[in-house]
Nanobody
């Protein structure tokens, strides 16, 4: 599976931004997809994930209530809608995928087999 993240950019604090992860080369509808982010000098951290069916979603505490993950399996795409953005949300955002036919929670980068390139999100104060 190849993943292509897009949609990052520069936004003011309090604003909104949506990033997308387009997949190719596999049966995307059988993959759990996660979003992670990494700021300079920090470790990559879990942001959100969505099960193959979209029936199970998980969020990091720092983004819960502000970010929404969704997917369109017909378009092989996962979305991350980010609202009420804060300067501390500034990071490179990565999407990742792993095969799973359940709604299991996978918060660790090591649990994912496929990664897209990062897309930069910068939130100005």
């Amino acid at each position: 599976v190849q993943l292509q993240a897009s949609g990052g950019g520069l936004v003011q604090a309090g604003g909104s931004l949506s990033v997308s992860c387009a997949a190719s080369g596999g049966t995307f509808s059988r993959y759990t997809v996660g979003w992670f982010r990494q700021a300079p000098g920090k470790e990559r951290e879990f942001v959100a994930s969505i099960s193959w069916s979209g029936g199970s979603t998980y969020y990091a505490g720092s983004v819960k209530g502000r970010f929404t993950i969704s997917r369109d399996n017909a378009k092989n795409t996962v979305y991350l809608q980010m609202n009420s953005l804060k300067p501390e949300d500034t990071a490179a955002y990565y999407c990742a995928a792993r095969y799973s036919n359940s709604g299991t929670y996978y918060p660790r980068p090591s649990e994912y087999n496929y990664w897209g390139q990062g897309t930069q999100v910068t939130v100005s104060s």
